[in-house]
């Protein structure tokens, strides 16, 4: 297993990382646990959550994910092997939640606290703010309608503050963000450098061969700056895996089970899908195991975030870091991407 460092933080993580957002939904803690238990033993050492996983999110599942993995840190004692990562919400439909999220100072640190109850640790080693809360393009909407000079918004200087504030306390040790844009990222490497708060290390935003926007805006910026891509969808959720092609919808699957999953399965998104997948066959390889290999291979990939609701979707997943993409394969995917750029942004 690669390690790399996460953005200048001196931290190590495994170039795959375990996703969690199907625990307490489509995975039972057993199962969570299995995973937990098999990712250590491949050495990878960097687990993702949320305060809100499992997805599709609900108030009776909320946090349980979090808590799944608390009840294995007890079991197990081996917190101090893994880089444990997770987030805190913004705004939305979370009524629940905090009579309804923000990043705010007094909400990030409520946030905190009861995630480091639920995961029964007393430290968090890369702390996430989930996504802005401003109003901006994200979870893939298209277009710009300009600013809202009346949205009464949190501003960063106050969530970069929390977060110091966090890490002063010693709860939290680094930070970064997720779901967010250049000007966001600037902003928060600004103030950072400005009222010497901290600085982030890393930004988890969707990427994979169905949308590599990620590369237009971001890949340059975050290079030149240290702040390391943490991808998460690298599958597109299971679509790059060519399993939903001609109309198929295994039981059990992601977008068999959530019609709500729409980002990926428009028209154009399995038309590319197909393109790949047959580059894939041609070559002789696994679809999937190429198309993370792919987001894995990047300069600007620290860590490739991968789910799975098997065992058997979890090792073949995590055997695509030793498949290495020969010339070839990757001039045949940049063929399909010129013909379909980003179908699904």
Request: charged fraction near 25%; include cysteine; proline fraction near 4%.
């Amino acid at each position: 297993m690669e390690y790399r460092e996460l953005g200048r933080s001196g931290i190590k993580v495994s170039s795959i990382a375990l996703g969690t957002m199907t625990w307490g939904q489509q995975n039972t803690e057993a199962e969570a646990h299995e995973q937990m238990d098999y990712a250590l033993e491949r050495d990878i050492n960097f687990f993702d959550a949320a305060e809100m996983y499992p997805v599709p999110p609900k108030a009776e599942t909320y946090g349980r994910t979090e808590e799944y993995m608390g009840t294995w840190f007890k079991q197990r004692g081996q917190r101090d092997r893994v880089v444990l990562a997770t987030k805190a919400i913004s705004r939305g439909d979370f009524d629940y939640i905090r009579g309804g999220p923000t990043l705010s100072r007094e909400h990030i640190k409520q946030a905190c606290e009861a995630s480091l109850r639920r995961l029964q640790t007393d430290y968090i080693d890369l702390y996430q703010l989930h996504w802005p809360d401003r109003s901006t393009n994200f979870f893939g909407k298209l277009g710009f309608q300009g600013l809202n000079a009346n949205e009464a918004a949190v501003s960063i200087e106050e969530s970069l503050s929390a977060l110091n504030e966090l890490v002063q306390e010693g709860k939290v040790r680094r930070i970064g963000v997720s779901n967010e844009t250049p000007w966001g990222v600037a902003e928060y490497l600004r103030l950072s450098e400005r009222a010497g708060l901290p600085r982030i290390d890393s930004i988890q935003n969707p990427y994979n061969l169905l949308n590599r926007s990620f590369e237009v805006g971001l890949a340059e910026f975050t290079c030149r700056e240290q702040v390391g891509l943490l991808a998460y969808s690298p599958l597109a959720f299971g679509m790059l895996a060519g399993k939903y092609l001609d109309g198929q919808r295994p039981e059990g699957a992601r977008l068999t089970l959530f019609e709500r999953f729409q980002r990926y399965n428009n028209t154009q998104g399995f038309a590319a899908t197909a393109d790949y997948v047959q580059v894939a066959r041609d070559h002789g390889i696994d679809p999937a195991q190429m198309a993370l290999a792919y987001v894995t291979s990047r300069q600007f990939v620290t860590s490739n975030i991968i789910g799975a609701t098997s065992m058997e979707q979890l090792k073949s997943n995590i055997d695509s870091e030793s498949l290495v993409l020969s010339d070839q394969v990757l001039a045949d995917i940049e063929a399909v991407h010129q013909r379909q750029p980003n179908p699904c942004p």
